[in-house]
RNA sequence: GGUCCGUUCGUCUAACGGUUAGGACGCCAGGUUUUCAUCCUGGUAAUAGGGGUUCGAUUCCCCUACGGACUACCA
């Protein structure tokens, strides 16, 4: 059996947003789940759009997603080079190719020309206005000059274009994984540009040799590419090559209202809605990441994938390797998906609350760093464990632990009046007395032991837990108790008491 | 406007023509936690509308409505 080839195929004209990456990410799990090969190119034709680090982006994204891809842009691979401003030069002799075969033209038409052929069409109250069977008669093009003067022009260095001649009454049909099939009459095409008057391929040419040579299987891509999906067939039958299947994904959606899902949104919203962080090299306009914002590339990754595709059972958590296991392009469903932030969030949840407490710890201790604080991983061990499951982004992590770090300078004024009574100092010199007097500090031990102890003396739990937590914390925030004492242990707990006695004296 | 694609709870979605239309997020309520959060239990909520086909349509067909993509010498 031929062996699986796909390809993720970006143009680094900006961040990729979370669609691109749900591209990649299907495109790599398809690669995977069938033995085959998943690569990474660059269409970089348009040279007007360049944005400079966008390249860079885009592979430091997919590495942060897990994406591994097996050839492309960076790594090599047998069909060199993958960046389609380095593959420039074979592009001409394709389009060639279909100039001889009769199956494409040069078209001579300046900008101005092409607007006062659309004017004129729509004044004729044609539907289409566009360069086709209809119109191109009426052009300057290879069709209607003559042989002498079409050279003549060429070699006097005029600017020229080369147009795919469409067939006028044919029916495409294109074959969709996802869709079933999709007809279209070619009458309704237009002769797309196929090579630029730059001396660039336009990305239907470049796409479709590139794939053919590259020997791309399957073609799965963002379903904006469906209209241009017939021309790509007829490209293929133009060619003689076998075309690969087609698989248009459906678009990620705005949360609210309608439309696709821009670059705006977020913002607006106040969601991330590309991987990384983004700053833009011209108007310095920075656009949030998800990395930045404290998710974990897992978590990501499982929320995307779900994002219109599902695998038929009720599991929603999965590893990457539990994706790859599960995928298939049959499962993809066929309508847009409302991207949900909120979902977004209970993945990341859920995966903080599964770390290890020293994957976590880990995670706390860069938080921890960052505000100048040096502690030893043991101790972030004990604290994450006490506090990972009442995070959802990583910053949390340090939000929720905070006070283990800084004791209280200033006290929670509600917690404070509720709680404090003048027999307060007393009762707290007591709780002093007792931490002194205990050897084994686990939380399990201290729970008990407090409990009795709060007994024995006849005190009032609710009062002493609370006063306890307004010295500990200074606000009514946080883990247990017992615990919050375990992980302090007695010199800073006592110390900690012993404040707030002076505090309030 | 034209072409193409789509339409199940608010959102993501499940349901070989026969289910009390299932799950998850969110929301609401109760419970656990003498804080807050987590967690647990329960609840709320959907087949766009109209015609067919069929013993029987969420499911197949048609129309309408609505939504989306595309309509460049951009990808």
């Known amino acids: 059996m031929k062996e699986i080839r796909v390809r993720f195929a970006p143009s680094p004209t900006g961040p990729l947003h979370i669609g691109g990456v749900r591209t990649a990410l299907y495109n790599y799990l398809f690669a995977k789940k069938n033995n085959g090969k998943f690569l990474l190119r660059i269409e970089d034709t348009d040279q007007n ?13 997919l590495k942060w997603c897990g994406i591994e891809y097996d050839e492309g842009v960076g790594i090599g691979g047998p069909h060199e080079p993958y960046r389609q401003s380095e593959r420039k030069h074979l592009y001409f002799e394709y389009a060639e190719q279909l100039i001889n075969e009769g199956k494409a033209y040069y078209a001579f038409d300046t900008p101005e020309e092409l607007d006062a052929m659309r004017d004129r069409l729509s004044a004729k109250g044609v539907a289409t206005p566009q360069y086709d069977y209809l119109s191109r008669y009426e052009m300057k093009n290879s069709l209607v000059l003559s042989p002498d ?34 007809r279209v009459h070619t009458s309704r095409l237009d002769d797309k540009v ?29 379903e904006e590419w469906l209209p241009s999906a017939p021309l790509h ?68 990754v499982n929320m995307l994938a779900l994002l219109g595709w599902n695998p038929g059972t009720e599991q929603e958590v999965f590893s990457m390797d539990e994706l790859i296991e599960a995928f298939s392009i049959e499962r993809v469903g066929k309508h847009g998906s409302k991207f949900d932030p909120e979902k977004a969030k209970w993945f990341n949840h859920h995966y903080l609350s599964a770390l290890s407490n ?9 938080q921890v760093a960052g505000k100048g604080i040096n502690t030893e991983l043991s101790y972030l061990i004990n604290i994450v464990s006490l506090v990972k499951e009442r995070a959802t982004l990583i910053p949390d992590l340090w939000e929720q632990s905070a006070f283990f770090f800084i004791e209280p300078s ?5 917690l404070k009046n509720k709680v404090w009574r003048p027999e307060s100092v007393d009762m707290l010199n007591q709780i002093v007395k007792f931490l002194n007097d205990q050897h084994d500090f686990s939380a399990e031990n201290l729970e008990h032991s407090l409990k009795d102890f709060i007994a024995q003396n006849g005190l009032n739990m609710g009062l002493v837990m609370n006063t306890l937590r307004l010295a500990l914390v200074g606000s009514a925030f946080g883990p247990g108790i017992a615990g919050i004492i375990s992980v302090l242990g007695k010199e800073k707990a006592v110390e900690r008491i012993k404040r707030l006695i002076q505090a309030s004296i």
């Open 49 to 61: 759009r360049y944005v400079p680090g966008a390249e860079e982006y885009i592979i430091e994204a």
């Open 149 to 182: 003067e079409v050279k003549n022009r060429i070699e006097k260095g005029e600017h020229y274009v080369i147009r795919v001649l469409i067939p006028e009454d044919q029916e495409i049909l294109v074959n969709d994984l996802i869709r079933g099939e999709v």
């Open 194 to 222: 196929l090579f630029k008057s730059d001396g660039m391929p336009t990305y239907h040419l470049a796409n479709i040799v590139d794939d053919h040579l590259m020997e791309i299987t399957h073609v799965i891509r963002g």
């Open 233 to 300: 067939v007829l490209l293929y039958k133009y060619f003689g090559w076998q075309a690969p299947e087609f698989a248009h994904l459906p678009l990620l959606l705005k949360p609210d209202g309608n439309g696709k899902l821009s670059k705006r949104d977020g913002d607006r919203l106040g969601f991330p809605v590309f991987p990384l962080r983004w700053v833009d090299p011209v108007s310095k306009e920075i656009s949030s990441g998800y990395r930045e914002s404290g998710y974990l590339p897992d978590a990501f």
């Open 358 to 366: 020293v994957e976590a710890a880990h995670l706390l201790q860069n």
């Open 410 to 414: 200033v006290y929670d004024d509600k």
